[in-house]
């Protein structure tokens, strides 16, 4: 196994127990936030998506490239905007009128 | 740009995901971290396309044109109610963006006839099948919770046997590609067609109602699809986000799994809620219930000095948020407190009650979850329940012979009365009946949601 891919291994296991810390305090009520969210930082896919686009490989790969960026985008762009209504809409009690 | 250079803007960007879940710890600076997020997202997007991989523009712009235009659409028109379809599809597109990529990365190698690393490979093998799972395993569970396919577990004989031959093929495929040199696609290809299968055979045999945990799960797929693309590119934020998110979908698929009291594999494999699963234990025949009034649901109401809404997803079906809104206020009026009691599956997803009633105006700081909720159920003058069956069943505390014993429920035989609003005696979605409903201390009030809760609104006002 090449360094880079021990590297790898290594962040993703650091990153998963810092994922189980900070997700297990976020309170029950901002979960369907919380999955809508994480679910658009998955999106992060489109840094590859963006990368097979650009490159210059041939059409099958462009086009590859292009139905990539579009889900990955849809993830993102859809990921955090219908999260961000979500969260617009919780209020505290004192500020209602 | 430097190679190194832009590592370092990567790791800016890991930095800003895991500030922003950490401020989903409360609904005050939530926004504010989803902000910092979708901040990170954009920079790590900008690096991308700064670095020197990246010759042609064109069809990047028509990409990100096109996928943001519906992203945005999407997000933009979704109904709250149907939330769980939206992140269903968007697991899903998040999975066959990876497929893609890894599928790219594989022709790539072939093409420039390049042997690909052993390590390399094998992770193309891992997102491919992941990416493909995530696909089609998120699109049937779209397809169920948007009811264009029975919600009903979809079983046929030997299903397990042959779902467990396909995962061995796809395995066999994959490891003979690693192992043996030379590139081929047909294999490759096959693979990703059986995996896809696979995704599709894995959600078939689950349930409606059991959608929750799957799409939690498939939300951790997603994450787990885009760590393994980062191994491919040899990305260390892709990595990151990632294993952020496969925790994220874990966790939340694990406290839903608990708050019905199954495990995981009964979820997964149990093809839990078909006409097998409805025998009801009790039968109901020689039980009277009370049936109140408006009128005198109304007066309890009005001088009750602790009301508890316990919401179920009735509520939602028919459309009663802002009804039921209008009743707590007017109940506050009257110099009443009220509470909302959240089950965690009320909804149709982790958390969904709590959104559909934020949408309502119901300040958070009123909806109480389960565990706080329960002990405060003996100083309720009422409970009023809206559309809520099965996770308000004394079955699941006392009746060991029910399918749902054991399961955490809100325990709304403890307070001082019930009111219970149901459109009929049907029993709910496991077809269990409940005893809630014959207790001497319940009065139930028949109709539809909405319209029952208006008279309430209409009756209270004119006392």
């Keep these: 196994m090449t360094e880079s891919v021990i590297l790898g291994i290594v962040v993703f296991t650091l990153a998963t127990f810092l994922g189980f810390e900070l997700i297990q305090r976020v309170p029950p009520t901002l979960h369907t936030p919380l999955m809508s969210g994480s ?12 990368i097979i686009a650009g490159g210059d490989f041939g059409w099958i790969s462009q086009a590859i490239g292009f139905a990539a960026v579009v889900l990955a985008m849809i993830n993102v762009v859809g990921g955090y905007s219908v999260t961000d209504r979500m969260l617009r809409m919780f209020r505290k009690d004192s500020e209602s009128s | ?7 370092l803007i990567y790791l800016v960007s890991a930095a800003l995901f895991i500030m922003g879940i950490k401020r989903l710890q409360s609904p005050d600076t939530a926004r504010n971290g989803n902000l910092m997020s979708g901040l990170g997202m954009l920079i790590a997007i900008v690096v991308t396309l700064l670095d020197q991989q990246i010759v042609s523009f064109h069809v990047i712009i028509a990409g990100v044109i096109v996928g943001g235009g519906l992203g945005f659409w999407m997000a933009r028109s979704v109904k709250m109610t149907s939330m769980p379809q939206m992140v269903a599809l968007l697991n899903g597109f998040g999975g066959g963006a990876s497929l893609l990529v890894a599928g790219a990365e594989f022709l790539k190698a072939g093409m420039f006839g390049e042997p690909l690393a052993i390590d ?15 696909l089609t395993g ?3 569970a779209f397809l169920k919770l948007q009811e264009l396919m029975s919600g009903k577990p979809l079983t046929f004989p030997l299903q397990k046997t042959f779902n467990a031959l396909v995962f061995l093929a796809i395995a066999v495929l994959a490891v003979y590609q690693v192992v043996v040199p030379g590139h081929q696609a047909e294999i490759y290809y096959a693979m990703v067609g059986l995996s896809l299968l696979l995704g599709v055979l894995l959600v078939i045999p689950i349930g409606g109602a059991d959608m929750p945990v799957v799409i939690a799960l498939l939300n951790s797929y997603s994450g787990i699809a885009a760590a393994m693309t980062g191994f491919v590119i040899d990305n260390q934020v892709l990595i990151v986000a990632g294993a952020l998110v496969g925790s994220s979908g ?8 608990k708050a019905m009291n199954r495990s995981l594999a009964n979820v997964l494999f149990g093809a839990f809620g078909g006409d097998s699963a409805g025998g009801s234990t009790k039968s109901a025949e020689g039980l009277s219930v009370n049936e109140v009034s408006v009128e005198d649901a109304a007066l309890r109401l009005a001088y009750a000095r602790l009301v508890i809404i316990v919401p179920g997803y009735g509520l939602a079906v028919a459309q009663a948020q802002h009804a039921v809104r209008e009743l707590a206020d ?16 009320a909804g149709r997803m982790p958390g969904h009650m709590n959104v559909l009633l934020a949408e309502a105006n119901v300040p958070y700081d009123q909806l109480v979850e389960m565990d706080d909720i329960n002990p405060q159920f003996p100083r309720a003058d009422v409970a009023l329940v809206i559309g809520a069956n099965d996770v308000v069943n004394p079955a699941a505390h006392n009746d060991p012979s029910s399918p749902i014993y054991g399961m955490p429920i809100i325990e709304v035989e403890n307070a001082q009365s019930t009111i219970v609003m149901k459109r009929s005696m049907n029993p709910g979605f496991a077809g269990i009946q409940n005893e809630l409903f014959y207790h001497q201390k319940t009065s139930m009030l028949f109709g539809d949601a909405k319209a029952s809760l208006s008279a309430l609104v209409g009756e209270i006002k004119s006392l």
């Design chain 1, 39 to 50: 679910n658009a930082i998955s999106g992060i896919t489109i840094v590859g998506a963006l």
């Design chain 2, 1 to 7: 740009m430097p190679a190194g250079l832009a590592s």
């Design chain 2, 120 to 134: 390399t490979n094998i992770t193309i093998q891992l997102g491919t099948l992941i990416g493909s799972v995530t």
């Design chain 2, 138 to 140: 998120s699109f049937i």
């Design chain 2, 250 to 257: 874990l966790i939340l698929a694990n406290i839903m799994c």
């Design chain 2, 330 to 345: 007017l109940i506050r009026k009257n110099g009443g407190e009220v509470k909302y009691a959240i089950h965690p599956v």
